[in-house]
Each structure stands twice: as C-alpha cells, then as structure tokens.
C-alpha cells in the first residue's frame, strides 16, 4: 500500500497515483469513522467513482439521495454537485477513483490544514473543486 494520510473524519491510503498511472486516474482507499462526511460540493476537472468495501455510506449526487453498501458503485460525473457519509456507528471503507489524476494533491494539501476555511477555500479553487454547502459537516 501507498502513502496514507489522516483527514478529517478517517483515512486515505493512495493506491495509484498519477505519477504511476500517465495522469490516467488515482485510486484511493478511504476509510470514514462513524458520522463523518464529505460536504456538498462540484468538481470541475474530474469524476469520482465510489466503490463500497465494508459500512455503509449515505451518497447524495445530482439531489439524489441513497444509501450504498459492500460491494455497490457510485459515480460523480464531474459538475454534478455530489457528498457522502457515514451515519453509522462503525468504519466504513470504499475505493474512490478519480478520472483524470491529479486530485490526490488536494487531499494531500488539505491534510495539512487543520480547519482553516480560507485556506480550504484558495486550495479548492485551485484545485477546480468548490463546496456548495457551508458548516463543519454536511450529512446527506
């Protein structure tokens, strides 16, 4: 296994990088602690595929809402406005591929944050990635 990162709410392990992968995709392993998500937010350069492997994760995408467990696939379309949680009381853990490569330096960058908005904000413009719902936690 790859590089591993503590993020807010769990875990991400890098898997394949662009570096490995002529900037194809990035596949990346996140393990979520229970009620811990992802805000609402759009991509503008990439999409983002969920592949469930242990919990369950609660996914909004498009303004659909819906719950995906072992084995189920998610997909967001870059521009499609898109979150996910884990509302439950144990891990859950999925693989998320994201088509092209690249947005692995976000999580990287984020890391190191440490809860200061602007600065997530700057990094997210960079990045082509803006959060459409504000607060600590969007839980869809």
């Known amino acids: 296994m790859g590089e591993r990162i503590k993020v807010r709410g769990g875990w991400l392990s890098f898997l394949a990088v662009g570096e490995e992968t002529g900037g194809a995709y990035g596949l990346i392993e ?9 805000p609402l937010h759009v991509h ?18 498009g303004g659909e809402t819906f ?8 997909f967001g379309p870059r521009r499609v406005p898109h979150s996910y949680a884990n509302r439950t009381q144990a891990v859950a853990r999925a693989l998320i591929m994201v ?38 936690q969007h839980k869809p």
Do not use: C, I
């Open 99 to 136: 088509t092209p490569a690249g947005f692995e330096g976000f999580w990287r960058e984020s890391a190191t944050l440490h809860g200061d908005a602007a600065a997530h904000q700057a990094l997210g413009e960079k990045y082509g990635v803006r959060q459409l719902v504000q607060g600590p």
């Open 44 to 61: 503008e350069r990439e999409d983002e595929t969920w592949f469930v492997l242990e919990g369950e994760f609660t996914f909004e995408v």
């Open 30 to 38: 996140t393990a979520n602690d229970p009620s811990t998500g992802v």
């Open 67 to 74: 719950r995906a467990g072992p084995g189920d696939y998610v």
